[in-house]
């Protein structure tokens, strides 16, 4: 079983999210930039396939500058095998589609039987990338996995639905499936496995063209005014004006 | 006295027994050689005034037990002498005619003493053998859940029981047989004891007072040889082995300060202890030198409140380990199952918090919370394995640099309004001022941290923090087991110190203050490290501050462990409270206090996760305190007043009662 695991970095929630001069990204000198939380999971929904007695081999794919290597020890310390990085040389976004093009073309040769991903980054949230790499390389694909079973060569997962409920599909290999948060308990990398890592195999692809389909033309942090309008009147007068303010000025359909 | 078939018997006996004990003691030696960090044995034996004093005082008995304690001297003190009666009497019986000082006036005090002695140390042990059959004092006995092994719960009956009637048949049968003596050559008013039961067989034929004689010598000095070999599997072996252990004690800086680990040596296979044989070697000879009293477990905050940890269990585990495996764990062989599985449970291991009473209880110098430490760093260094709840914290602290996980760029945040000048603004100070994390981030820990500064700037202090680059010092990773994260820290930390050329250093936080001054000397950097009480006792002292005493309600002090028996500062913290009492108020001690203190629960990394067994160690802490009936408990420690306003709530205490740190006490009074 091979199993490619993508690995994203993003800021941490508590460490300080400045807007920098040119308003399209992070004041990255002040970011403490972690491994995205979901991701965490996925890496253990892997390392848990291997633990079971399925021979394999965990591979983590991560894109972004110099600074997502230590996302990517931090995950061969855990015991992932080996690790691509795509260098992207800049820290600028891209879209979830040119990501999983980016992936794609590197991923492509290595014929991976599953892919696993968090269910979405913190920091933007798109929640596509790993369902549109997925379907670049006729995958099947699942989103939001409460848990994975792989028997006789396929995948069970258990997909989470809305207001409390799950489904259970079965899916043929290769599958690219993404996973949420709390579907297992991410562990907490050995000394052995964290000196270990230091030795571990890291492929690095250098990737600077990222043409984009969607760009940030501003980053702002959001105002947050209020304002509260008293409506008088009989009880008629203020239904009616009521009314009119929802569906002119909030245009509430 | 002896038959000359009699004296190659005994000559017989005593080769056999030789023989034997050699067998059993050096298999007694070889399992302590199967620990790590190998003892030198010359040194050891060099430190012998060390081994002697402990053994002549019995100073160590008095600590907790005081009574008891007097009784086991007693007991020892009479044993000593028997040592010296038993060459005698070896002498007696083996040369003919042989009598020890016969009309001579030392001779007489030496029978007078061996005479009231025997009846003193029979006395004692019937005592002791009382208190466990009968009286079955339940210090003795531990409760459950602990995890004690089935061998150890048999073994400790029966082995109290071998050596409590050896001594009283070998102390017995060397008075019956004086007895004896005195029915065949007439009344001694040095041996009153011997005279009086010699009334008994003063109507006995000649021939049956010889053989009673001669059986009584048999049965003293016989059972000594008999018992020689038994010694190693005995908890008797104490009377040599704890001396032994005092002599082969290892200096730390501080209780918790364990040495430093090379993370980056790949020789190392193991970090930590997972198995007996990963554990040094003095740590195993704290093995043979338990006597099995709980002394530890008496006063263990984690036993009281009743939670899995027993520190006497962990080292009675460890004794009959020894006991079961002794042949082939002396030979060599891997041990079989993890320390978790049989000597102390991953639940019992969590549940320490490092308080360090045990070690300052044991009357015999064992270290069970090292032990414990050392099992922590393999759970985690190791196998991963450890609370959820740490898991978090760990992680908190690698990103963010303190254990709440809040920005790092907040650390300064409770200057604010203050003018509190810092170090990259003023590049180097006499003192640097240490919030610590706690005093940054939590609010009553805040609440200090603005005291402490606001007496420095009063006191006219020449000082200057780090503010955003001070960084967690690795106390609680360090204490959990993570050596990697708290060297991680150390580094940074200490680059700072560089940086700012920091020499002195002043802290309201004694988890930072034990790390700091200890652990990190342990790496390398000798820093002047001070605790806040007595940073401002010294400056009321010297007249720099001069509080009102102004305090009119009596107050009790809560000794934080990590100050007081850690750091051994009783007097700075109870000083500095002194000064705002008016004279009307005074400081009501809990019955638990100084040495003697309860442990508010959150050393140890406890602070970060929870241990759902049994009482609330806080609680019981805090119950105390309402039990002096003063409204005010001060505190010196940022742990300790998040723990005691946590009871403080939590017994419905928060409209009558407050808690209070001293630096807040003094602040508002300058």
């Given at each position: 079983m091979k199993i490619a695991v993508l690995v994203k970095q993003v800021p941490g929630s508590e460490s300080p999210l400045n807007i920098d001069s040119s308003e399209k990204g992070l004041d990255e000198s002040q970011v403490t930039y972690i491994t995205n939380e979901s991701d965490n999971y996925a890496i253990e929904e892997a390392l848990q396939i291997c633990d079971k007695g399925e021979e394999g081999e965990?591979?983590?794919?991560?894109?972004?500058?110099?600074?997502?290597?230590?996302?990517?020890?931090?995950?061969?310390?855990?015991?992932?095998?080996?690790?691509?990085?795509?260098?992207?040389?800049?820290?600028?976004?891209?879209?979830p589609l040119v990501t999983a093009s980016a992936l794609a073309s590197i991923m492509k040769d290595e014929k991976f039987d599953l892919i696993f991903s968090g269910l979405q980054s913190d920091d933007l949230g798109f929640g596509q990338t790993g369902v549109v790499l997925g379907e670049m390389l006729e995958m099947s694909t699942a989103t939001l996995a409460m848990s994975t079973e792989v028997v006789d060569g396929k995948i069970r997962v258990k997909r989470e639905l809305e207001s409390g409920y799950f489904q259970w599909v079965t899916m043929t290999l290769p599958a690219s499936i993404s996973v949420q948060s709390g579907c297992n308990t991410p562990r907490y990398p050995s000394l052995k496995g964290i000196m270990g890592a230091k030795k571990k195999e890291i492929t690095e692809v250098q990737f600077d063209e990222i043409d984009t389909f969607q760009s940030v033309k501003r980053l702002y942090s959001p105002s947050n005014s209020k304002e509260t309008v008293m409506i008088e009147g009989s009880t008629e007068d203020i239904v009616e004006k009521l009314v009119d303010v929802l569906k002119n000025q909030i245009k509430i359909a | 006295m002896l038959t000359a078939i009699e004296r190659i018997a005994f000559i017989l006996l005593v080769i056999f027994s030789m023989g034997l004990s050699y067998v059993t003691f050096t298999r007694m030696f070889k399992i302590?050689?199967?620990?790590?960090?190998?003892?030198?044995?010359?040194?050891?034996?060099?430190?012998?005034?060390?081994?002697?004093?402990?053994?002549?005082?019995?100073?160590?008995?008095?600590?907790?037990?005081?009574?008891?304690?007097?009784?086991?001297?007693?007991?020892?003190?009479?044993?000593?002498?028997?040592?010296?009666?038993?060459?005698?009497?070896?002498?007696?019986?083996?040369?003919?005619?042989?009598?020890?000082?016969?009309?001579?006036?030392?001779?007489?005090?030496?029978?007078?003493?061996?005479?009231?002695?025997?009846?003193?140390?029979?006395?004692?042990?019937?005592?002791?053998?009382?208190?466990?059959?009968?009286?079955?004092?339940?210090?003795?006995?531990?409760?459950?859940?602990?995890?004690?092994?089935?061998?150890?719960?048999?073994?400790?009956?029966?082995?109290?029981?071998?050596?409590?009637?050896?001594?009283?048949?070998?102390?017995?049968?060397?008075?019956?047989?004086?007895?004896?003596?005195?029915?065949?050559?007439?009344?001694?008013?040095?041996q009153p004891g011997a005279t009086m039961l010699a009334s008994f067989w003063s109507s006995l034929p000649y021939e049956t007072l010889v053989f009673g004689e001669h059986f009584s010598w048999w049965m003293a000095l016989g059972l000594i040889l008999l018992f020689t070999p038994y010694f190693p599997y005995s908890k008797h072996a104490h009377l040599f082995m704890a001396p032994i252990n005092y002599m082969a004690e290892t200096k730390r800086r501080s209780m918790t300060t364990l040495e430093i680990m090379d993370l980056e040596d790949d020789n190392i296979e193991q970090f930590g202890a997972s198995k007996l044989e990963h554990l040094p070697q003095k740590e195993l000879l704290d093995g043979y030198a338990c006597i099995m009293c709980n002394r530890c477990q008496d006063i263990c905050p984690a036993y009281q409140t009743g939670k899995e940890l027993s520190p006497a269990s962990l080292e009675i585990n460890k004794r009959y380990y020894y006991n079961e495996n002794m042949k082939e764990f002396s030979s060599g062989a891997e041990s079989l199952?993890?320390?978790?599985?049989?000597?102390?449970?991953?639940?019992?291991?969590?549940?320490?918090?490092?308080?360090?009473?045990?070690?300052?209880?044991?009357?015999?110098?064992?270290?069970?919370?090292?032990?414990?430490?050392?099992?922590?760093?393999?759970?985690?260094?190791?196998?991963?394995?450890?609370?959820?709840?740490?898991?978090?914290?760990?992680?908190?602290?690698?990103?963010?640099?303190?254990?709440?996980?809040m920005s790092s760029q907040d650390r300064e945040k409770w200057t604010e309004g203050m003018d509190i000048p810092v170090m990259r603004e003023k590049g180097s100070a006499e003192y640097l001022y240490w919030a610590g994390c706690s005093g940054a981030y939590d609010d009553r820990g805040k609440d200090i941290s603005r005291s402490v500064a606001k007496i420095m700037k009063k006191a006219d202090v020449d000082f200057a923090i780090l503010g955003n680059e001070e960084t967690c010092t690795g106390d609680s990773a360090r204490r959990i087991g993570n050596e990697y994260l708290f060297q991680m820290q150390a580094d940074q930390n200490i680059q700072n110190f560089e940086k700012y050329n920091v020499k002195k250093i002043v802290t309201q936080c004694p988890h930072c203050l034990t790390t700091l001054k200890n652990d990190y000397a342990e790496i390398g950097t000798d820093l002047e490290v001070v605790h806040h009480s007595e940073f401002i006792s010294d400056l009321i002292k010297d007249g720099k501050?001069?509080?009102?005493?102004?305090?009119?309600?009596?107050?009790?002090?809560?000794?934080?462990?990590?100050?007081?028996?850690?750091?051994?500062?009783?007097?700075?913290?109870?000083?500095?409270?002194?000064?705002?009492?008016?004279?009307?108020?005074?400081?009501?001690?809990?019955?638990?206090?100084?040495?003697?203190?309860?442990?508010?629960?959150?050393?140890?990394?406890?602070?970060?996760?929870?241990?759902?067994?049994?009482?609330?160690?806080?609680?019981?802490?805090?119950?105390?305190?309402?039990?002096?009936?003063?409204?005010?408990?001060?505190?010196?420690?940022?742990?300790?007043?998040?723990?005691?306003?946590?009871?403080?709530?939590?017994?419905g205490q928060d409209e009558n009662m407050e808690v209070y740190d001293i630096a807040e006490l003094v602040a508002e009074r300058i």
């Open positions: 965990v591979v983590i794919i991560s894109m972004g500058p110099e600074r997502v290597q230590k996302a990517i020890r931090e995950a061969l310390a855990k015991g992932a095998h080996r690790a691509i990085h795509i260098n992207t040389n800049s820290s600028a976004s891209s879209d | 302590i050689s199967r620990g790590t960090q190998p003892l030198n044995w010359r040194l050891v034996l060099k430190n012998w005034p060390k081994g002697l004093a402990v053994f002549i005082s019995q100073k160590t008995l008095f600590k907790t037990r005081p009574v008891i304690g007097a009784v086991h001297a007693g007991v020892a003190w009479g044993f000593s002498l028997y040592l010296l009666v038993n060459v005698i009497d070896i002498m007696y019986g083996m040369i003919p005619g042989f009598k020890f000082l016969p009309n001579n006036f030392f001779g007489d005090v030496y029978r007078f003493f061996v005479d009231s002695f025997s009846i003193v140390v029979l006395l004692g042990v019937l005592f002791f053998l009382a208190r466990r059959f009968i009286l079955m004092d339940k210090r003795l006995i531990t409760n459950e859940p602990v995890m004690l092994s089935e061998t150890a719960k048999k073994g400790i009956k029966r082995d109290s029981l071998i050596v409590g009637l050896f001594i009283i048949l070998h102390v017995g049968f060397r008075f019956v047989g004086a007895s004896f003596e005195v029915a065949l050559h007439g009344s001694d008013w040095s199952d993890t320390l978790s599985k049989w000597m102390l449970s991953e639940e019992a291991a969590w549940s320490c918090t490092t308080c360090g009473f045990c070690l300052e209880a044991c009357p015999v110098g064992n270290e069970p919370m090292v032990d414990i430490l050392r099992m922590r760093q393999d759970l985690v260094l190791m196998e991963s394995k450890f609370p959820r709840e740490a898991m978090e914290v760990f992680d908190k602290i690698e990103n963010y640099g303190n254990p709440w996980g501050i001069e509080p009102e005493a102004s305090l009119e309600e009596d107050v009790t002090f809560h000794d934080a462990c990590y100050v007081g028996r850690h750091h051994g500062e009783y007097d700075a913290p109870r000083d500095v409270l002194q000064s705002v009492l008016s004279e009307k108020a005074t400081i009501k001690e809990m019955p638990r206090n100084k040495q003697d203190s309860f442990c508010c629960g959150a050393g140890g990394g406890n602070m970060w996760y929870e241990i759902k067994q049994g009482k609330r160690i806080n609680v019981e802490r805090f119950e105390e305190a309402i039990e002096t009936g003063v409204k005010k408990v001060a505190t010196s420690c940022n742990f300790c007043m998040i723990m005691m306003e946590d009871g403080r709530k939590v017994t």
